[in-house]
């Protein structure tokens, strides 16, 4: 058996730093939107002459006046994503089609055109920030249900802990915030509390059958006696999103890298926030009876 | 949780068949109707435009009011009431009357029998809102009549939108409606979006108006440029001989004499003798043809035209001609069109994300049967035998719907790949936990499965509930993940409950004396 216990304070310190960490990059790094919330054009292109590459592209656009315009490879050499601020000509995409023609020869294939207007953006943010508000509500709302409120906080502070943790880590790596990572953050709430709700399962169970155990150690023995579940269905879940992530193709990196990270930290946290949870709420088998008679 | 009677486990046989056969006619032909179902695939995986494209319903407000103050001076004028001091603010209307007429008035606007404010019982409200100030009454659209009026005139731009994409011919769109002022119009595989862009952003209001060289002009004058600038600003007079809505055809031709290309226009009965009157009393006069507030020509009238039809010249091109003609005969919008959001993307990209996609599936797939097979041997092949049965009846439900397909849904389907083993393992480490007390295999495994289940489904109604989340609140492409992803969890929990118990049943039974069977 693992002494997983024996480090509860020690993990507890470093999820309290991570998520400080990451709410203070959050408020002053901020995220890094996309065309998604952000509004403005994205056009992946990919060139048939090689000799073409980020900088000359970077040099012809910027003569056009599109504001802000990033520039970089997408994937490999020949692939480029272009992307830039909203702009009111309904006619830009063609406009950059002739002046690329124009400077390159017809060499470029305009293989995927993006663009999204002030209004929709702006609906979208707020679509994403409701969803993931309702999530938390109908997961906390859930988990209120099947247990104890101790057992609730538990999991509401673990779930807390992997949104916020990854959405830091994607601050900090300044990686890109679209539609699909709102997905993903999704995805990662029910992960997350999947992996809590089998753990919190057995220790109901395990508090039920000994009374003389502290919940200090019983935590240590439910987290034991489910390890193998718990690391089996991570690895097997982590195998198909670096399958994604590998060879998924560019579009689905940033999706499969934020489940990727989501994992990792709803792994972690169901065994050291939601358990250490209800240590210091000091849970016993009175808990879960008074729980019992009263229904 | 052991006993399966004969007839169960031929329905789960004749199921997975089945679900099987379904899930392969997305490779095969089948004659049958029924078999012949195939997955559609998303914009993203097959190619083409998703628009979405919102309804500028303020210039149509403003003509309204603008409209209804001609109503009201001549209503009140039958009543005999004077309207003083009306003026049109925008979207707004004021007037006043003498004091002993206004509670006639506010009678008038408020009576639910009204002519001139219809009543919708419905919404118990009226189509406009009256309000008094200072002697100053003010008239504007009430919430209900503005919701009117952008359903009305949304109806009429989808009518619109649809006869232009349908003259052009693209394969299957979907035009939809999305709240009361946009429209969805999805295109797949799409060769130029450009050119539909520029069709659909265009109201195409086609007039006929004289030009006059007097601000005196009894129904007002105003200046309007060249569609080319080829020539100064003309004066064009307000008044209207002829609108696009009198045309019945629009054709673009070749003419033989001047080798120009033009739009030839066949007019309907009315427009017929308003253009034959006007061009013989316009001799020597130009008339300007004015498409959305820019003059494209205007010819100076040399004979009368009593034939009901004409042409257009303006410099095009062939494909300027074809578009315009083709706006002409779909007709104009209520309303401009603005394109506020945009994804298109090129049949080869689409192609490359289905490559991409199904490479990942089969890698991961691998990665994880592989695993699974090492970690559990003979209840690995199990695992791996319900996994693969899983997959089809994903696939064989998203067939049989004919849902669709798009590359976060691919990404869906690899992610249920990984977590379905979940529910199995969960179920085969309590098994052994439950080999350590217990002798019998029979009673471990019956208990095993029993105490799971609980885990099991809490483990599956939470990634559930974030799927049908994702399933209302995301668009495109998003929801295409919440479906696969949720299916997955049904077609998960029916495989693990049905096949995988199955096949476990009947090797426990064969090896009920064997010790470490698991």
């Known amino acids: 058996m693992i002494a997983f216990n024996k480090y509860y304070n020690q993990f507890n310190i470093l999820s309290i730093s991570l998520v400080v960490i990451s709410l203070f990059l959050l408020t002053f790094k901020g995220l890094n939107f996309g065309i998604d919330f952000k509004g403005g054009t994205l056009i992946e292109l990919r060139s048939t002459d090689s000799k073409i590459n980020v900088s000359s592209l970077r040099d012809n656009l910027n003569s056009m006046n599109l504001g802000d315009v990033s520039v970089k490879n997408f994937g490999n050499e020949t692939d480029f994503l272009i992307k830039f601020e909203i ?30 207007g002030p209004k929709v953006s702006a609906e979208l943010l707020k679509s994403g920030v409701i969803a993931i508000a309702v999530a938390l509500t109908l997961m906390l709302i859930y988990i209120w249900i099947r247990f104890e409120w101790q057992f609730s906080l538990g999991a509401i502070l673990a779930l807390f802990h992997d949104v916020l943790v990854t959405l830091g880590l994607f601050s900090l790596l300044g990686l890109e915030i679209n539609l699909s990572i709102i997905a993903a953050v999704l995805t990662i709430v029910g992960y997350s509390m999947n992996d809590t709700v089998v753990i919190f399962d057995r220790v109901r169970e395990n508090l039920r ?33 670096l399958s994604i992530f590998f060879f998924g193709g560019e579009i689905l990196k940033g999706f499969s890298l934020a489940m990727i990270f989501g994992v990792i930290f709803g792994t972690y946290s169901s065994i050291y926030i939601a358990n250490t949870v209800l240590v210091r709420l000091r849970v016993s088998q009175k808990t879960v009876l008074r729980e019992d008679e009263s229904s | 949780m052991l006993y399966f009677s004969k007839f169960r486990i031929i329905s789960v046989i004749l199921i997975s068949l089945f679900f099987i056969l379904i899930a392969s006619s997305n490779l095969f032909k089948f004659e049958n109707n029924f078999l012949n179902k195939k997955i559609n695939l998303g914009l993203d995986l097959q190619g083409g435009s998703y628009l979405l494209l919102e309804i500028d319903n303020n210039p149509v407000i403003e003509q309204k009011i603008q409209n209804l103050s001609i109503s009201i001076r001549n209503y009140f004028k039958d009543k005999n009431i004077r309207i003083k001091n009306l003026k049109i603010l925008g979207q707004k209307l004021s007037f006043s009357v003498d004091e002993n007429f206004k509670q006639t008035i506010l009678d008038t606007f408020n009576d639910e029998e009204s002519e001139l404010n219809p009543y919708y019982p419905r919404f118990k409200s009226h189509q406009l809102d009256i309000t008094e100030e200072n002697n100053i009454f003010f008239v504007n659209y009430s919430t209900q009549g503005i919701v009117k009026l952008k359903t009305s005139s949304q109806d009429q731009a989808l009518e619109i939108v649809r006869r232009r994409i349908d003259e052009i011919g693209t394969n299957e769109p979907n035009i939809l409606k999305r709240g009361n002022d946009r429209i969805l119009v999805e295109l797949p595989g799409l060769d130029d979006p450009m050119r539909i862009k520029s069709l659909l952003g265009k109201t195409a209001n086609l007039t006929f108006r004289f030009v006059t060289n007097n601000d005196q002009d009894s129904f007002g004058a105003e200046k309007l440029s060249y569609e080319d600038d080829s020539e100064e600003d003309a004066l064009v007079s307000k008044r209207i001989i002829l609108s696009g809505d009198n045309l019945l055809d629009a054709q673009p031709r070749m003419d033989s004499e001047t080798n120009e290309t033009v739009v030839t226009f066949t007019l309907d009965r009315v427009g017929a003798k308003r253009f034959g009157k006007a061009t013989s009393t316009g001799i020597g006069k130009q008339l300007a043809i004015v498409l959305d507030g820019k003059i494209i020509s205007a010819p100076v009238i040399r004979d009368t035209i009593a034939s009901g039809s004409g042409q257009i010249s303006g410099g095009f091109t062939f494909q300027s001609a074809t578009d315009l003609a083709l706006l002409l005969r779909s007709g104009a919008l ?80 690899i992610l249920t ?22 002798k019998n295999n029979l ?34 492409p998003i929801k295409g993940f919440s479906l696969t992803l949720g299916i997955g969890i049904f077609t998960t929990l029916f495989s693990v409950y049905f096949i995988a118990r ?17």
């Open chain 2, 334 to 413: 209520p309303a401009p069109l603005n394109i506020i959001e945009e994804r298109t993307v090129g049949p080869d990209l689409g192609q490359d994300s289905i490559n991409a996609g199904m490479i990942a599936l089969a890698i991961g797939f691998v990665l994880v049967i592989v695993f699974i097979f090492v970690k559990y041997k003979v209840f690995g092949l199990i695992t791996n035998i319900t996994l693969i049965l899983n997959l089809f009846l994903l696939i064989g439900i998203l067939t049989i719907f004919e849902a669709t397909l798009t590359l976060p849904g691919i990404a869906g389907i």
């Open chain 1, 209 to 241: 059958k000994y009374s003389d155990i502290k919940i200090y150690d019983l935590t240590n023995i439910s987290i034991n006696e489910t390890l193998s579940r718990t690391l089996i269905t991570s690895i097997t879940t982590l195998l198909a999103l």
């Open chain 1, 87 to 116: 702009n009111n000509n309904k006619n830009i995409i063609e406009e950059i089609k002739s002046n690329l023609d124009k400077s390159f020869g017809n060499t470029f294939d305009f293989r995927r055109v993006e663009n999204v």
């Open chain 2, 502 to 518: 199955l096949l476990t049943v009947l090797y426990v039974y064969r090896n009920k004396e064997k010790e470490g069977l698991i």
């Open chain 2, 443 to 476: 009673i471990a495994f019956d208990s095993g499965y029993t105490k799971s289940r609980t885990a099991i489904l809490d483990a599956n109604i939470t990634t559930l509930l974030a799927a049908i989340i994702l399933f209302f609140m995301g668009s495109g």
């Open chain 2, 417 to 438: 790949v990984g977590m379905a083993v979940d529910a199995n393992v969960l179920i085969f480490e309590r098994i052994k936990e439950e080999l350590k007390n217990e």
